[in-house]
């Protein structure tokens, strides 16, 4: 049998938490041209990429006290990222939405990003990058699956 298939899996899910964050780190050294804190970065992504949430589903979401979520709101909309409406479901809610100039950023952002990785997985073997592909497929439903 190949070492390789003889690992455990706590190992392949230390090598995997050990990727994760060094990958995590170095592609957070591209956050700093958003001009945003990570947590109004974060906070901006579920909001682009969720799309329009009630305060307390975000601060949920992002792990944070109400209190908190609504200070880094408050910024995100000082900035012209956020804006907030009346929930359309409950007239005494505010669903929060961003704006066009809130999605332009948080792109530019993940673009900025994602390019470092992309060049390194383009340098990669068809094979390889076959086989990166399947892992981040799997990834994402491991992930999923502890959301629940």
């Known amino acids: 049998m190949a070492k ?15 990727a994760a964050i060094h990958l995590l780190r170095r592609l957070r050294n591209e956050d700093d041209s958003s001009g945003l804190s990570a947590p109004r970065l974060s906070a901006l992504s579920v909001i682009v990429f969720g799309g329009p949430v009630c305060l307390r589903d975000l601060a949920r979401a992002e792990k944070v006290k109400p209190p908190t979520m609504t200070r880094i709101v408050h910024a995100l909309e000082a900035q012209g990222l956020v804006r907030k409406q009346q929930n359309a479901n409950d007239g005494r809610g505010i669903s929060l939405s ?12 993940r673009n900025r990003r994602v390019q470092p990785l992309t060049r390194q997985i383009d340098a990669l073997t068809a094979q390889q990058r076959e086989l990166l592909a399947e892992a981040a497929r799997l990834l994402t439903t491991i992930v999923r699956d502890q959301v629940r």
């Not at 390789?4 to 050990?18: G, K, M, P, Y």
């Not at 961003?98 to 952002?109: I, R, W």
């Open 4 to 18: 390789d298939s003889q690992r455990t899996s706590r190992e392949t899910a230390q090598e995997l938490h050990s």
């Open 98 to 109: 961003a704006t066009t100039a809130g999605k332009k950023l948080l792109l530019e952002s």
